[in-house]
C-alpha cells in the first residue's frame, strides 16, 4: 500500500476554519450568462475553445503539476468514491434536494448574471482607451472577487467563491489586462481532485445538511484524501501591498502572495506567513498607517479562545506579539479601524453560535441582546489592560471607512456605514436593507457615544464599499468615495460625500450598466496638494452590450477621465488597490 502525500489532521482544529469569515443582466448576446442560472465550466464537462466574453477556465500556465493527480492509495480512493457516493445519494439528494434553498445560498441568485463566474484571461495589451488617461497614473490596478471554478455542490453565498485577481497595467497611457486565479492550497485539491470537497463557510454550512456536510469534511481529512493542515481559505476579499508583496486575503485563512509579472500577469507564489511569524488567520482589511507604513490588522476564532487578537507589523514585516482581545463569545471582525495613536475594534452584534447548527440554522446569527460595542486600544499596546469599551446601540457597521481623534472634545469619531438587519448579508430577511453613512463619536473618559447619519433624510442612499484618500487614513477626513449599492446589491453608481457638510456628490454609470468599489487614487503618493486631488478608478459592466471596462473619473470634479475596454468580462467583486510603479520595481 503506498503512502498519502496528505497528512492526516487533528479534527478538532480544523472545525474553525471552516466557518470563518466569511435581474437585468447580458440578454443582447447569447455568450452573455443568463440572468437566472449561472454559468459554469464543471469538472465533468470537456473544456472547449469559445470567442465568447466568459472565458473558458484552463489550468495555471505556471505550475502544470497544480492539477495533477492526486496520489491516493488503493484505500483512499475506494474511500473517496463512497464518500463522493454519501455526498451526491444522501447529502444533496435526501438532505437538501427536499429544502427550498435561501436566497442568500441559492445559486441562481448569488451567482447569477455579471456575478457569474468567468475564466481565466491571459495579458491582453493596447487595450482601446477612449479619453486620455492621466499621465501621472502609471502602476497596475488590482481587485479581487469571489468566482467559483466549480459548480456549487449546494448551496452558495456569494462570498464563498475561489479568488481571482483582475489587474490592468497602466504605463505611459497605455493599458493591458490580465485575470488569474489565486491557487490556493483548497483551489489547487479540489482541481486535482475533479469536484469542490471543502464546504462553504456560509452556503453550505447551515442546519442538518451542514452538519453532515462538516462531518463529510472531516472523514476525507481523517483518510488523507484532501489535506486541510495548511489552509482551506479561498483569498477572495482584500488585497493590500505591504512590504514589497501583493497579498490576497479572506479572514478564513493566512494571506497568499500574488506576484506582479513584467508582461501584465499574475502568478501566485504560495500562502504567505510573514517568515513564520503569523501563526492564525488574517481579517481581509488590515491597515497601513500612512505616516509609519506599519500594517495593523486583527484575527478571529469562532471555537477556541482566544476569540480574538490583535497585532501589527514593521515596514520590514516584523510582526509584533499578539494582544488577546476579551469578549465574551465569537463575533464577526470584518473590518476595524486606526487613529493616529489608537486601534478602534468593533465588537456588534453579529455573533457566531455553532449549536445553531444542531437546531437546522445559520451559526452566523443576529444576536438582539448584545449590545454592540468599540473598543479603543493603544496602537502599541503590550496587552488589553489599558482597553476602553463605549457601547453604541443598534449599531452593525460591516466596513469602517476612517477614524480619527478630536483634541477639542477628546472624542474618537469613527465614519462607517450601519447596516439593518446587521445579517441582511448572510440570512434572508423581509426587512428593506439599509446601509446608512454615520458618524459614530466615542467618548472613552465618560463611555457615551452618539451616532448620527452623514447624509440629510431626503438624500439617503445605501453606500457600501469605498474608501477615503489613503494618504489621510488615521486623520481627520473631509471626504470619502463610497459605492452607490442601489438597486441593492447591485452598484450604480459612487457618491463623494463631505463628511463634515453632508453635501453628496454622484457619479451614475448609466443605464442598465453597474459597477463595484470605487478606488480612490491620490494624485501623488504622500499627502501634497487638495485632498481630493486624485482619481476613481472602478471597474463597470454594461449589462446590455455585454461589455466591461475600467472607469477613470476625476475625484476633485467628476470628470471622466477615460474609459479602457476590457477584453473579457469582469464580473461585480469585492477589494482593490494601486500598486505603483515605482513600488513593482522593488517586488520581492
Not at 462 to 479: P, S
Amino acid at each position: 500500500m503506498s503512502t498519502s502525500p496528505y497528512k492526516p489532521i487533528t479534527i478538532p482544529k480544523m472545525v474553525p476554519s471552516i466557518i470563518r469569515g466569511a435581474a437585468t443582466t447580458c440578454r443582447s448576446l447569447k455568450h452573455c450568462p443568463s440572468p437566472t442560472k449561472p454559468s459554469f465550466q464543471t469538472s465533468h464537462q470537456p473544456k472547449q475553445k469559445s470567442n465568447s466574453i466568459a472565458t473558458p477556465r484552463h489550468k495555471s500556465e505556471f505550475n502544470p503539476k497544480l492539477s495533477s493527480t492526486p496520489k491516493w492509495s488503493p484505500l483512499q480512493r475506494v474511500a473517496a468514491s463512497a464518500l463522493n457516493t454519501i455526498e451526491d445519494r444522501i447529502i444533496k439528494d435526501l438532505l437538501e434536494k427536499p429544502h427550498p434553498l435561501p436566497k442568500t445560498a441559492d445559486p441562481s441568485v448569488q451567482i447569477s448574471g455579471n456575478y457569474a463566474p468567468v475564466g481565466e484571461t491571459a495579458p491582453h495589451h493596447d487595450l482601446p482607451v477612449s479619453g486620455s488617461i492621466p499621465s501621472s497614473i502609471n502602476g497596475v490596478y488590482v481587485r479581487n472577487g469571489a468566482n467559483p471554478y466549480f459548480d456549487p455542490a449546494g448551496g452558495h453565498h456569494l462570498f464563498d467563491g475561489d479568488g481571482m485577481v483582475h489587474a490592468v497595467h497602466i504605463k505611459d497611457g497605455q493599458a493591458s489586462y490580465a485575470c488569474r486565479f489565486t491557487e490556493t492550497q483548497r483551489l489547487v485539491q479540489e482541481r486535482s481532485i475533479g469536484r469542490p470537497v471543502f464546504p462553504k463557510a456560509i452556503g453550505e454550512l447551515h442546519g442538518h445538511s451542514g452538519v453532515a456536510r462538516l462531518v463529510l469534511f472531516i472523514a476525507r481529512a481523517a483518510l488523507g484524501i484532501i489535506d486541510a493542515t495548511h489552509g482551506i481559505g479561498v483569498a477572495n476579499a482584500g488585497l493590500v501591498y505591504f512590504n514589497r508583496r501583493l497579498l490576497a486575503m479572506s479572514e478564513d485563512d493566512l494571506p497568499y502572495q500574488v506576484r506582479l509579472t513584467d508582461n501584465g500577469d499574475l502568478q501566485t507564489v504560495g500562502r504567505y506567513d510573514f517568515s513564520g511569524q503569523l501563526r492564525s488567520a488574517m481579517i481581509a482589511h488590515p491597515k497601513v498607517d500612512p505616516v509609519t507604513k506599519e500594517m495593523f490588522a486583527l484575527s478571529y476564532d469562532v471555537i477556541h479562545k482566544p476569540y480574538l487578537k490583535y497585532f501589527y507589523f514593521s515596514p520590514d514585516g516584523k510582526k509584533s506579539p499578539d494582544v488577546e482581545i476579551p469578549i465574551d463569545g465569537p463575533t464577526m471582525m470584518h473590518d476595524f479601524a486606526i487613529t493616529e495613536n489608537f486601534v478602534i475594534i468593533p465588537d456588534q452584534q453579529v455573533v457566531f453560535k455553532m449549536h445553531e447548527l444542531l437546531r437546522g440554522g445559520s451559526p452566523v446569527v443576529y444576536d438582539q441582546n448584545k449590545t454592540a460595542r468599540f473598543g479603543i486600544l493603544p496602537k502599541y499596546a503590550k496587552n488589553a489592560s489599558g482597553i476602553k469599551w463605549v457601547e453604541v446601540d443598534n449599531c452593525f457597521c460591516f466596513h469602517l471607512w476612517n477614524a480619527w481623534e478630536d483634541a477639542a472634545t477628546g472624542e474618537i469619531v469613527v465614519i462607517g456605514s450601519c447596516m439593518t438587519p446587521p445579517d441582511s448579508i448572510f440570512n434572508e430577511s423581509d426587512e428593506h436593507l439599509k446601509s446608512v453613512l454615520s458618524e459614530i463619536r466615542l467618548n472613552p473618559a465618560t463611555g457615551e457615544s452618539t451616532r448620527k447619519p452623514i447624509l440629510a433624510p431626503s438624500d439617503q442612499v445605501n453606500l457600501e464599499a469605498g474608501m477615503v484618500n489613503k494618504n489621510y487614513l488615521g486623520q481627520k477626513t473631509q471626504f470619502s468615495y463610497l459605492a452607490i449599492a442601489e438597486p441593492w446589491p447591485k452598484v450604480s453608481g459612487f457618491a463623494k460625500v463631505d463628511l463634515l457638510t453632508g453635501k453628496m456628490e454622484k457619479f451614475m454609470y448609466g443605464e442598465n450598466r453597474y459597477g463595484g468599489e470605487p478606488y480612490f487614487l491620490p494624485k501623488d503618493a504622500c499627502r501634497m496638494g487638495g485632498e481630493d486631488e486624485g482619481y476613481v478608478l472602478c471597474f463597470v459592466h454594461d449589462e446590455s452590450a455585454c461589455q466591461s471596462e475600467l472607469l477613470i473619473v476625476n475625484a476633485a470634479d467628476l470628470r471622466l477621465e477615460a474609459s479602457i475596454k476590457l477584453p473579457s468580462r469582469v464580473p461585480y467583486g469585492f477589494h482593490g488597490t494601486f500598486i505603483r510603479s515605482e513600488e513593482l520595481n522593488g517586488q520581492a
